[in-house]
C-alpha cells in the first residue's frame, strides 16, 4: 500500500474508528474532506465503480457521473459502448486489429466472462456453436467479449477458444463501466444490441442456457422468437417418455439399496420424482429429512408413485452414504444418465426437483418449491392440483383481516401472509400455508393464535 497506516499496536484508535463509522464488515472505505468532514460512506462502491474519475468522490461528483451516464444511455450508439479515449478497435484472438466502425449495422452481443468460471466455460461451448451457426447462414451478427479476468494470462487462455472479437485485456477501465453500465448482476451474461447500437436485451444468457445450441433458432431474439423457442422446448418436454429418459443403451435400470437393479420398465404408469442433490450440498442435507417425510405420506396415499436421486455426489463412499438415508431409488453414482438429465431440464442448482407423469411428460420442474410450500398435497404436482390448492387457501383466509397488531410484538403491525412451514412465536408450534408475520424482522403468529387473540381485544366471538 502506497498510503499511511494507523499503527497495529493503536487498538484502541482502530476500535474507536470502528465504532465512530460503524463498520460492520470489510473493507470499509470512509472518504474524508481536507476538514475531516465525511464526503462518502460508502467508499469502496464509489471507488470501484467510477475509479480516479469519481475524486473527490463526493455525492455531487458519484451523482452528476450516473447523470452523465444515463444521458449517454439515452443516446446510445455502438460507438457510446465501445469506444474508449484510448481505443477505437477490438481484437482477435491471434491480436489483429479489427475497427469498432467494421460492426455498424450489425447485431452485436457483448458477453460478459471470467476463465476458468465452469458456468462460463460450459456457456462458451454452446456460444461458439451458435455463434458459427448464424456466421455460417449469414447474419450480420457479432459477439463482443468482456473479460472480468484478474489476469492476462487467464484472459489469453479463455480468449483462445473463442471465435468472436473481444476488448483488449489492457483495457480493463473499459470492461468495469461497461459491467456497471449494464448493471451487470451474474456471469455468464449476454447483452444483445440492437443494428443501431440500442440495447434490445439486458441478458439472454438463459435463453442460450435453456435452449442450448437450438438458441440460434431464436435469432434475431425479438418476442415473438423468443416464444417460439418456449413453445418448442415445452412440446419437448411434453413428447419425452420414461424410457426416453431414463434408458441409454444398456443402462435400463435404476438402484435400490445394496445396489439391487430395478428395471425403468417398473416404473411405467406412476408418478416419478427426479431428486438432484448431493451430499456435499448444505441445503441438500437440510431439505433431505423434510423430503423423506413427504415422500412418505405420499406413498401411504398412493402405492403409484416413486422418486429417483440423481447425485452430483463427488465420490462413491458420499453417494452411498447419502443414499443410505434415503428410502427412495437411485441411478447408480456416475451414470452417465446424469449429465443428459440435467441437460434436459436444465438443472442450475441443487437440491432440485422435476415431476414426471404416468407416460414420462414432464409435470414441473418446480416441484421442490411446491413441496416446501404444500408438502405432500401437492402431489401430483399438476397445474390442477396446485390451481385447487390455491383457491382452498384463498377460500381459507376469507373474512381474515390483513394486518393487525400484537401485544407479544409490539411496535410493529403483523401482516397476512402466504408462506411454507414455520415455526410459531407465540406457542412455538409448527404452522404452514398462512401466518401473521412481521415484515421488518422474523416474526411468525400462527392465524389462530393471532386472531383468538385479536378477538379478545376487540371484543369479538
Not at 442456457?209 to 433458432?217: D, F, L, N, R, T
Not at 419437448?236 to 430395478?262: A, M, N, Q, R
Request: glycine content about 8%.
Amino acid at each position: 500500500m502506497p498510503w499511511l497506516a494507523i499503527p497495529f499496536s493503536d487498538s484502541k484508535a482502530r476500535d474507536r474508528l470502528d465504532e465512530l463509522f460503524k463498520v460492520r464488515g470489510i473493507p470499509h472505505l470512509v472518504i474524508l474532506d481536507a476538514n475531516g468532514e465525511v464526503l462518502n460512506k460508502k467508499g469502496v462502491q464509489a471507488v470501484g465503480d467510477y475509479g480516479s474519475e469519481g475524486y473527490p468522490f463526493t455525492l455531487e461528483k458519484i451523482n452528476k457521473l450516473k447523470e452523465e451516464e444515463e444521458a449517454t444511455k439515452r443516446e446510445q450508439t455502438l460507438q457510446t459502448v465501445l469506444v474508449s479515449p484510448s481505443r477505437d478497435y477490438l481484437i482477435l484472438n491471434n491480436g489483429n486489429k479489427v475497427s469498432i466502425s467494421e460492426l455498424e449495422g450489425k447485431m452485436v452481443c457483448l458477453y460478459f466472462s471470467i476463465n476458468g468460471s465452469k458456468t462460463c466455460d460450459e456457456f462458451t461451448l454452446v456460444l461458439a456453436k451458435i455463434y458459427r451457426n448464424l456466421k455460417e447462414r449469414g447474419e450480420s451478427f457479432e459477439v463482443v467479449m468482456v473479460s472480468l479476468d484478474d489476469e492476462e494470462s487467464s484472459f489469453k487462455e479463455g480468449f483462445a477458444t473463442m471465435p468472436w472479437l473481444a476488448i483488449p485485456f489492457n483495457d480493463k477501465k473499459s470492461c468495469k463501466r461497461l459491467a456497471r453500465y449494464f448493471e451487470l448482476r451474474g456471469i455468464p451474461t449476454l447483452v444483445v444490441l440492437g443494428t443501431d447500437g440500442k440495447t434490445l436485451h439486458n441478458n439472454i444468457a438463459e435463453i442460450v442456457e435453456e435452449h442450448g445450441e437450438e438458441a440460434w433458432e431464436g435469432f434475431p431474439f425479438s418476442q415473438d422468437k423468443v416464444d417460439m423457442l418456449a413453445e418448442k422446448a415445452k412440446a419437448k418436454l411434453e413428447g419425452h417418455t420414461l424410457e426416453s429418459l431414463l434408458v441409454s443403451g444398456e443402462l435400463d435400470y435404476v438402484i435400490g439399496k445394496d445396489g439391487v437393479k430395478v428395471p425403468v420398465s417398473e416404473l411405467n404408469g406412476k408418478n416419478i420424482l427426479l431428486y438432484f442433490s448431493a451430499q456435499w450440498c448444505g441445503p441438500c442435507r437440510a431439505f433431505l429429512p423434510k423430503l423423506v417425510e413427504e415422500y412418505n405420506n405420499i406413498k401411504d396415499k398412493d402405492s403409484a408413485f416413486e422418486m429417483v436421486f440423481i447425485s452430483s455426489d463427488r465420490d462413491q463412499n458420499s453417494f452411498e452414504d447419502f443414499f443410505s438415508g434415503m428410502p427412495w431409488l437411485a441411478l447408480p453414482y456416475g451414470d452417465e444418465r446424469k449429465k443428459s438429465l440435467s441437460s434436459v431440464f436444465k438443472i442450475r442448482g441443487i437440491p432440485s426437483l422435476v415431476a414426471i407423469g404416468p407416460t414420462g411428460r414432464t409435470i414441473t420442474k418446480d416441484a421442490k418449491l411446491l413441496m416446501m410450500v404444500h408438502g405432500a398435497d401437492a402431489y401430483p404436482f399438476t397445474e390442477e392440483r396446485i390451481k385447487e390448492l390455491e383457491d382452498q387457501l384463498e377460500e381459507m383466509a376469507k373474512g381474515w383481516p390483513e394486518k393487525l397488531k400484537d401485544d407479544r410484538h409490539e411496535g410493529h403491525e403483523l401482516v397476512l401472509t402466504r408462506c411454507g412451514k414455520y415455526v410459531c412465536d407465540g406457542c412455538n408450534g409448527l404452522g404452514d400455508k398462512w401466518s401473521y408475520r412481521c415484515t421488518e424482522c422474523t416474526f411468525d403468529l400462527h392465524t389462530r393464535c393471532a386472531l383468538v387473540e385479536n378477538k379478545k381485544k376487540t371484543g369479538e366471538e
